[in-house]
Every structure is written in structure tokens, then in C-alpha cells.
């Protein structure tokens, strides 16, 4: 079956009792036992749901999984992926992740004695030579935020092979839709499924998807002791999310290309960021393993004070946090996503303060540009 | 099993594959058939959905009716009541009913139903209008904002005698006070958006039927119509069923100290509340309800003071409804009764001195103290 069929006909897109053609919304805690010693499949809400349950089976097998997990937000989904390891471990990280990421790692998780260790992974074998004998796992994200760079998924994954480590995969950017790290033999992947898998901007919700049993097993007990679920609403809105995510991921893709194209050549442009345009470095890498450009770019214009006023000037992109939705979102790393990572950090990775971000969503191309046109136009004055 | 029980577990035991002590909320609209020529009792959201269909199951019994149906406002249920009745057919009403069914009725008299509004609580009124081609009563008590009380037991008599179709809108009171299909009604109506649901949260309406015969005829209007209350909004209600009892006994214990509290203040000329024993309602009230309810009205001494009390209120907020857990104010010839000529208005005592309350679940002194702010 083919992945636009699959998002539709998961297999558990139907209530069994009813035959209803949605799952139905169970907003409940508790569920009434027959017997007081052997309980039930469903016992208590934290641990199962069955409106939970389904969305979780269907991005489990959209990304090609054993298992998939839905948390409250995507920091939660992160957060509870790193509970898998200990004291002393060590994990490397591709350096432009996103801030919320960073900031956990180097805070939280830090003081708990987890080191993060954070690098280019452009070129893989940069990884190699970082490894101890406490290294874990690799975390990837690729395309990288907000520059978009590209790792390659099939090379990561035979280094940690190599060394036995678990692959670990933000894919929030591509999604099962476009690419699915599993079949490159990662383990876990992450979506802060508030972006293009819930796609409406209309709730915070994180998944996990692991590749096998062993994992999934513990990965169960943590999302249970620990407790940072998806609501059953929230569940039934990303579920009735992901029922579009291929038309949606079409749509914005194909515009956000164009307007790449189109934006590399404007006046007080100095660079666009997209994968697909030929000048980008990662294009033959990321077309190996992926379906499509995305629906993200993002561009730095000649100086702040450009940047800045473009971003005041511009009217249908809406100014703001997150990414993903049908309403088109323009971003500045700089204060927003990445402001929890230090001003020479940030400069270093090239999250200069004149980068915008923006992700595309479904309003008309030529709606979107005669925008930016005018946006980029009053800005130069 | 007693009302509270029934209550707190509304909906509690109907998912016996998980055993889920909440409703789910069914959000669809089509069913899949196993087979062709089978069903597994779902086909099509507006025909029938699992979370509606208990919200109409816990109604039916809780009032005591075979039969009862949700729909998408009060409006909507009563309209759909109306569509039983032809051109030529004659209905008697509650001269101080909620102004939006006095809307909704003069709409039908395009499709040739006449209606006459008398004082219901004085039978020689209804006996004065009733013609060969009347065939229903549609009574509200207590009586929407004057809280006139009427006697169903005696109107059900005369009703029955005179085989008419006894209609009772029991918003304010609802079945935990007051059960008029027990008196002899044959349908209860409801703005399901009041006490049932509670918390000012939902529009919704319902209609429970004494027998199956008259429940069945509505069920194929509400089909076919189909002015359905949607599969979120059913569960909300019957969330808001399961503090029903604890509410409406908060609510009226309150609003009975309110109605007292008014009554001996010195800018207020008049309280309309059935449970003051000074109240002309207070016996007949008694005889068939087990509570006051939590509406009250009454009049200040200076139609200038009005708006000045909407505005400085603070704890009241001021807005159309009634119901909820907060309390609220209204003006009622601006507000709810608008729609209704100002000669009735006046007859009614709907005048320009008077307010109604809804009591919700604050504290009674925060209420009343904010009351005593406002009329000084």
C-alpha cells in the first residue's frame, strides 16, 4: 500500500464496536473491571487509551515501527527518550538542533549528569572520532533547524552500528510522509507532532516511534511511570490530523520550493536555505533518503535591520513560534526557537540575527509573494 | 435506583469493551456496515450516535418518559415538537413564556396554527379560550420571569378530559425538582443549556415523551429535520448530569436566602420567588415540586437604577441564560422578553423596573453583598 492509502487505512481508523469511522474521543481516567485480580486490558487512562492508542498505532506504522508513543508535547516525547539512559552516559547531537532540545539536554538533563556533546554532521565522520566508551546514541535532525543542513541517515547508522548505539531521529521537519528513518535502520524517531502532523496549529502533541520490541517495552514503562500522555482530545485531533498530512505535505512543499526558487534572486536576499535548490550542499544526500524538499526554508537578508523590517512589514505569513500548520509561519531563530542557545554559539552555527525562518502553508503562491515582494520592498527603503 | 445515583453515573456503564467509566465521545458521522443488509444498530450520525443516544437514554428515565430526543438548542426542540401539530390546529400557552418560544410560535402562524396566551396558573382562562380545534396545552412553570406557578396535576385533568396534548417546558425546575409526565403531561421540553448542562458551556435542547407512540412520530422528525445536538455537545450535557443534583440544591438553597434578602430590602418593591411562603405560588408549588429552583426576579423602586446595577454588579455577571454555576443578571424587557409585544410586556409585569436572577454556586453572602452594593 501506498503511504497517501496508509495514512487513511491504518487499520485502526474504525471503532471495532460500532463500526463508526472515527475513533471515538474516550475522555475518561478510569475504566470498571470484571474481575478485582485479573484487570482488564484497559485499567487506568495514563497507561491506556484507546483514542490514544490509535494515533499511536498509525504513526508506528507510517514511520515502519514496532510501537508508537503520543505525549503532550514534543519536548515531552524528547524528554522521555532520554530517560532511556543514565548517569555518565554521553550522547552526540547535531549541533543547529532545536533550542528546546539544547536547552533540555544542557539543563535538566545535564544536571542529572547525561552529557550532550554537539557537532557538524554534515560530514559523518566528524561522529567517529567524538565516541567514548560512554557514547550511547546518536541524536540526528535532518533537515536541521533552522538551516536546514543535511545528515546523511544511512552513514550515521552504520557508525552506530559499529559502536552499538541507538539512532534516535527528530523528524519533525520531513515526517513519515517524506521520509522514514526507520528503513535506514534508526531506532527511535521523535515528532513534536504539533507541527505538520497535527498540521492545524491547534494543539501541542509529541510521538515516538521505536523500532523494536526491547525498546518499545521500556519505552512503555517510561511514558507510563512518567506520565506526560496526549489528552484523548488532543489525541483525536492529531489522528484526524494525520488523515491529511499527504495533501497538506504536497501542497506546502511544492509552494515552499517555489518560493525558494524565486527568493534566491530578490534584492536584499544574501542567502536561501531549502534542500532542493541545487546550490545546497546536502541535495543529492537528502533525495537519497527523502521524498521531498519539505515545506520549511529559510533566508538571511543583507543586514538585521533588513530582517527586521521585513518581518514587521509582512502581513500573510503570521509572526511567530512553531511551524507546520495550514496558516503560513514566519519565524526569527534568533529570539524565538534558538534564543535558548548563546548569542556566540548561535552566531557560530550561522543563526545569524538577520535569518528569518519561514514555513509554508497553504494559502496561494502568489498570494505569498506579492506579500514578501512588498514586505522585502518597504524593508529596503 | 434514586435520581443521584443515576446521575453521578450517567453514561458510566455503556463502553463494555474498555469498561471506560466516561462516555466516549462518538465524533462521526458514517458507520460501517459489517455486511450488507446488517447494521450495527449505528448507520448515520443524525439517525442515531452512541454518545447521544445514552444522553437521551438517562433523560428518558431520569424524567420518567419512554422516549427522549437531543437536539441542537431549546429552540430547535421545540420546534421539532411543533411539527406534529396542522394547519387549523389551535394551541393555549403560558402568556409569561421564555420570549424566544414566543418567537419561535409566532412563526407557525404562517403555517396556519393559532395559538392564544393566557395566564395558566387560572384553569377559568384556559377553559375560556379553548376551542373545538384545540389540541394542545403548552405550559411553563414556573413561569419565565414572573415564576408563576401552575397546577399540572389539574391542567393534566382537564387535558385528558378534553384530549389535549399537555406540554410542560420544564427548564426551570428539571426532573430532579419537578416530574410533570408523573402528574399526567405527555411531553417535557428542555433548554438543555440551562441547569442540565450547567455550566453555561453548551446550547441544546431535549424532549422526553410518556409513551413510545409520540416518541417515535418526534424520533422521525428529528430525523428528518435533523436539528440534532452534535456527539461533543451530548457528552458535555451528560457531564454536566452528573453534578445535576449537587448543583441544583446548592443553587436553590442559595437563591432561597437571596429571595429573602430581597424581600426585606427597602429599595426593592417586589420578589417573584415561588419558595417565599409569602409567594401566592408557594402551595401549589409545595404540593408538586421538592424544590424552589434558583430564578428570581423581582422589582427595584427606580427604572434609572437599572443600568446602573448592570454595570456595577461584580460578582453577578450580566448576561442573557440562566443555569449555570456562576450567577447571572438580566434585564428582561430588553433581554430575553424583547421579542414580545410591549402591551403583554406590561400586562405581565415584564416592566422597566424589573431584573431577573439566575443564583449559581457562589458563596450566598459574596452574592448578596454584591446585590446590597448595587441597590443602595
Not at chain 2, 50 to 67: K, S
Not at chain 2, 253 to 260: C, G, P, T, V
Request: proline share 3%; charged share 25%; aromatic share 10%.
Amino acid at each position: 500500500m501506498k503511504i497517501r492509502t496508509k495514512i487513511i487505512h491504518s487499520g485502526k481508523d474504525i471503532d471495532e464496536y460500532t463500526g463508526a469511522s472515527s475513533i471515538p474521543i474516550y475522555q475518561v481516567s478510569t475504566y470498571a473491571q470484571k474481575d478485582p485480580i485479573n484487570l482488564g486490558k484497559y485499567d487506568y487512562g495514563r497507561g491506556d487509551n484507546p483514542t490514544r492508542h490509535a494515533v499511536e498505532h498509525v504513526i508506528a506504522y507510517l514511520e515502519g515501527g514496532k510501537s508508537g508513543f503520543a505525549f503532550s508535547s514534543g519536548m515531552a516525547a524528547i524528554s522521555s527518550v532520554f530517560l532511556l539512559f543514565k548517569s555518565e552516559d554521553e550522547i552526540i547531537v547535531t549541533q543547529d538542533v532545536y533550542g528546546g532540545t539544547y536547552r533540555v539536554l544542557n539543563t535538566i538533563f545535564q544536571n542529572w549528569g547525561l552529557k550532550a556533546k554537539y557537532i557538524d554532521m554534515t560530514d559523518v565522520s566528524n561522529i567517529e572520532k567524538h565516541i567514548t566508551n560512554k557514547t550511547r546514541a546518536i541524536f540526528v535532525e535532518t533537515p536541521t533547524n533552522p538551516l536546514l543542513k543535511i545528515i546523511d541517515l544511512k552513514a550515521v547508522n552504520e557508525i552506530a552500528r559499529k559502536y552499538n548505539l541507538i539512532t534516535i531521529i527528530d523528524n519533525t521537519f520531513m515526517t513519515p510522509y517524506l521520509q522514514r528513518p526507520i528503513e535506514f535502520g534508526f531506532d527511535i524517531v521523535i515528532h513534536s507532532a504539533t507541527k505538520f502532523l497535527g498540521g492545524h496549529s491547534d494543539l501541542i502533541a509529541g510521538v515516538v516511534v521505536i523500532k523494536d520490541e526491547d525498546l518499545s517495552i521500556k519505552m512503555r514503562r517510561i511514558q507510563n511511570s512518567f506520565g506526560a500522555i496526549l489528552g484523548p482530545m488532543d489525541s483525536f485531533l492529531l489522528h484526524r490530523g494525520i488523515k491529511t498530512l499527504g495533501v497538506r505535505m504536497e501542497a506546502q512543499q511544492k509552494t515552499a520550493y517555489e518560493l525558494a526558487k524565486w527568493l534566491k534572486d530578490k534584492r536584499g536576499i544574501k542567502k536561501v536555505y531549502y534542500p532542493l535548490l541545487d546550490e545546497h550542499q546536502g541535495k543529492e544526500i537528502h533525495l537519497k533518503q527523502s521524498d521531498g524538499g519539505g515545506a520549511v526554508l529559510s533566508f538571511e537578508f543583507e543586514n538585521f535591520d533588513v530582517a527586521y523590517k521585513f518581518m514587521k512589514n509582512v502581513k500573510l505569513p503570521l509572526l511567530g513560534v512553531s511551524l507546520g500548520g495550514v496558516e503560513s509561519i514566519l519565524s526569527y531563530p534568533a529570539s524565538m526557537s534558538h534564543a535558548a542557545i548563546p548569542k556566540e554559539e548561535r552566531m557560530k552555527l550561522g543563526i545569524t540575527d538577520s535569518l528569518v525562518r519561514l514555513s509554508v502553508g497553504l494559502e496561494d503562491i502568489d498570494d505569498l509573494k506579492e506579500d514578501i515582494d512588498i514586505a522585502i520592498s518597504q524593508a529596503l527603503k | 435506583m434514586q435520581k443521584e445515583t443515576l446521575l453521578a453515573q450517567a453514561g458510566s456503564r455503556w463502553d463494555e469493551k474498555t469498561g471506560s467509566v466516561s462516555m466516549p465521545i462518538y465524533q462521526v458521522a458514517t458507520f460501517r456496515h459489517p455486511a450488507l443488509g446488517e447494521s450495527t444498530g449505528f448507520d448515520y450520525s443524525r439517525s442515531g450516535n452512541p454518545t447521544r443516544n445514552v444522553l437521551e437514554d438517562v433523560m428518558a428515565r431520569l424524567e420518567g418518559g419512554r422516549r427522549a430526543l437531543a437536539f441542537s438548542s431549546g429552540m430547535a426542540a421545540i420546534d421539532c415538537l411543533m411539527r406534529i401539530f396542522k394547519p387549523g390546529d389551535h394551541i393555549i400557552v403560558t402568556e409569561d413564556l421564555y420570549g424566544g418560544t414566543f418567537r419561535l410560535f409566532e412563526q407557525y402562524k404562517n403555517f396556519g396554527i393559532e395559538f392564544n396566551y393566557v395566564d395558566t396558573t387560572n384553569i377559568d382562562e384556559i377553559v375560556a379560550v379553548k376551542k373545538d380545534n384545540t389540541v394542545a396545552l403548552f405550559i411553563e412553570t414556573p413561569s419565565n420571569p414572573i415564576l408563576k406557578v401552575a397546577d399540572i396535576e389539574l391542567l393534566a385533568r382537564f387535558c385528558k378530559e378534553n384530549n389535549l396534548l399537555f406540554i410542560v417546558d420544564n427548564t426551570f425546575l428539571t426532573f430532579f425538582y419537578q416530574k410533570p409526565l408523573q402528574m399526567g403531561a405527555d411531553v417535557v421540553v428542555y433548554s438543555a443549556s440551562k441547569y442540565l448542562s450547567g455550566h453555561n458551556d453548551v446550547i441544546g435542547g431535549i424532549i422526553v415523551t410518556k409513551d413510545d407512540e409520540l416518541g417515535e412520530k418526534l424520533y422521525f422528525f428529528q430525523n428528518s429535520v435533523g436539528g440534532i445536538m452534535s456527539p461533543f455537545d451530548s457528552w458535555l450535557v451528560l457531564r454536566g448530569l452528573k453534578t445535576l443534583h449537587v448543583r441544583m440544591e446548592r443553587q436553590t438553597d442559595n437563591a432561597e436566602r437571596i429571595a429573602k434578602f430581597l424581600e426585606n430590602h427597602k429599595n426593592v418593591l417586589k420578589v417573584y420567588y415561588p419558595g417565599l411562603q409569602t409567594s401566592p405560588w408557594y402551595n401549589v408549588l409545595k404540593k408538586q415540586s421538592t424544590g424552589a429552583g434558583a430564578m428570581i426576579s423581582f422589582e427595584v423602586d427606580n427604572p434609572d437604577k437599572v443600568s446602573r446595577i448592570l454595570s456595577n454588579v461584580k460578582v453577578f455577571l450580566f448576561a442573557e441564560s440562566l443555569g449555570g454555576v456562576e450567577s447571572l443578571i438580566t434585564f428582561p424587557s430588553v433581554q430575553t422578553h424583547s421579542a414580545m409585544p410591549e402591551e403583554l410586556r406590561n400586562k405581565l409585569g415584564i416592566n422597566d423596573r424589573l431584573l431577573r436572577l439566575s443564583i449559581g454556586i457562589e458563596n450566598s453572602n459574596d452574592l448578596i453583598e454584591d446585590l446590597d452594593n448595587v441597590l443602595k
